[in-house]
């Protein structure tokens, strides 16, 4: 896996160096409200970093550490994910509290989405988001990625789903 790079970021990939505050992340209720379950105690949070460490080794899989460009402060995580094989490349992000309003989750998500499906070739990148998540709505939409409508989510509700192919986005870039 690469370390890639955003204007205000680095994505760094995952480290067990980085387990300590992930896992306060992965605890805070506000930070979790609309990701999965909800918050994660140590446990669940240390498995499910542990499959993505193991999924890392195989692109287009992985979790890049989301850190601020100027400090190396750790402030979130975005994530290539097949949940079950035969299905596609999904998107999945997260940022501390500190970090909302500041354009960094678009940052990411668009510098993900540009390696899977330039680096990578990936054919498509799949997102989910609550439909209650706006703010996540929003940055999917200004990173590229376009409004699927409703459907079943993998968590077993009804979640929103957001979906761009590697056509899509390289038709956008040679618009731009």
Known sequence: MERLHTKSLLLDPLSRDDFPWLFALYADPVVMRYIGTGPRDEAAARANLEWFMAQS?????????????????????????????????????????????????????????????????????????????????????????????????????????FALTRDDWLAGREGA
């Open 57 to 161: 080794r195989h692109p287009p899989f992985g979790y890049w550490v989301l850190r601020e460009r100027g400090t190396g402060d750790g402030v979130g995580g975005a994530m290539l994910m097949v949940r079950r094989e035969g299905l596609p490349v999904e998107l999945g992000f997260l940022l501390a509290q500190s970090a909302w309003g500041r354009g960094l989750a678009t940052e990411a998500a668009a510098a993900v989405i540009a390696h899977a499906l330039g680096t990578l070739q990936v054919p498509l990148i799949e997102a989910f988001i609550d439909v209650k998540n706006a703010a996540s709505g929003a940055v999917l939409r200004k990173a590229g990625m376009r409004d699927q409508g409703l459907c079943p989510g993998p968590y077993g509700g009804t979640d929103r789903k």
